[in-house]
């Protein structure tokens, strides 16, 4: 499917969702026909998204339990017996100054869109051009 050089993406994007299954077909089913539960069967829908429930919301106090039970170790779910010491200055970050900050600012392209905030690259190099030349202004006049 995929090594056809006729392939448009529009076509690549069909050929993902047929081998992967997002988008299925009429003819093809999601649903679960039967579920076995500790040796029992289960037929019914309900019964079987009940199985499923059970199954996903006590997996965890189950893992936990198996072991506690299979480890001699008393303290197996104290974190401290299996995680190594913390490392005390560990990270370093270089120090910054206004000049660094703004030659990043600078290299943001015009055209992108605004993040989250709804501020976009040119509002953004307005603003630190235009605290940068209050920073200029406020020293000059100190001087």
Known sequence: ????????????????????????????????????VNGVTLYDNKDICNGFNSYFSTVGQNLVDDLIKNNKNTNVCDFKTYCPRSIINSIF???????????????????????YDNIGPKLIKYIASQYHYLVYLTNCWKN
């Open 1 to 36: 499917m995929f090594d056809q050089k006729t392939n448009s993406i529009k076509q690549l994007w069909k050929n993902l969702n047929t081998v992967c299954s997002f988008k299925q077909g009429k003819s093809r089913s999601n649903s679960i026909s039967k579920l076995n």
């Open 93 to 115: 970050i270089t120090p910054t100054d206004e000049y660094e900050i703004l030659g990043i600012i600078n290299k943001l392209r015009d055209p992108k869109a605004p993040g």
